[in-house]
């Protein structure tokens, strides 16, 4: 098998310096390899942040574990819905060797609902989306790539009659499925504009502050079946 040696971050050709900190960062022969440069450069957000650049209400979050991942992007996802007057969808995620646990059905309901942010899967339509695997690297689907979570695919595209009554309701809405989607369709690439390194046009309204929207979006449509 051969071997590779990467010499430079393409993702920050444009941010030396970020190049530079993250360069340290994978450094596996110090005890610390987050430069005290970066750390100090860290700020906590502020509100006149968020009135002077909206997005950063939601924009994406560092994280050391996939505890904390979890936590805040249920909640980032939640928040987002209720701030844009959309459904919040979830649906029950299949547990590991669940066959083998000897629970009762109201036992894994319990389970699910005391852990939602693990055991839940969740869409809000025109919500920031990373992927976490690569698919296709010539269209751009690796690890790392933002997207727009556009809509939900159902088996024979028979959408659930409690989804279409909570889109047409136009409010914020939480909304449990029995069980998952087919696949979640999303967004990539397009328009110069982006939120947060996807497409996006702008809707500015006394309850709506700046809401990422799909219509006028030239991108690439992307499935992403289930992977668990």
């Known amino acids: 098998m051969p071997l590779y040696k990467l010499e430079r971050l ?61 936590t805040i992007n249920y909640s980032q996802a939640r928040r987002f819905a209720e701030t844009f007057g959309l459904p919040f969808v979830r649906w029950p995620l299949t547990i590991a060797h669940e066959e083998t646990l000897g629970l009762r059905k109201e036992e894994l309901d319990r389970l699910r609902a005391e852990e939602p942010e693990r055991l839940r899967g969740y869409f809000v339509e025109s919500a920031l989306f990373m992927m976490t695997a690569n698919i296709k690297a010539v269209r751009k689907l690796v690890n790392g790539t933002p997207a727009l979570g556009d809509s939900l695919q159902f088996e024979s595209n028979v959408v659930p009659e409690q989804l279409r009554a909570a889109y047409a309701n136009g409010v914020f809405t939480e909304l449990t499925l029995e069980k998952p989607p087919k696949a979640i369709n999303l967004r990539v690439g397009g ?35 289930r992977c668990f």
């Open 10 to 70: 393409m993702r920050a050709l444009n941010d030396p310096h970020f190049a530079e900190w993250q360069q340290h960062m994978r450094r596996t022969d110090v005890d610390q390899p987050v430069c005290d440069e970066f750390i100090a450069r860290l700020q906590p957000l502020r509100s006149q942040d968020l009135e002077t650049d909206p997005q950063w209400a939601f924009a994406p979050i560092g994280v050391l574990s996939r505890w904390e991942r979890d």
């Open 191 to 225: 328009e110069r504009v982006t939120w947060h390194g996807s497409p996006w046009t702008t809707c500015r309204t006394s309850s709506c502050p700046t809401r990422p929207t799909l219509k006028s979006c030239r991108s690439w449509r992307g499935q992403l079946r």
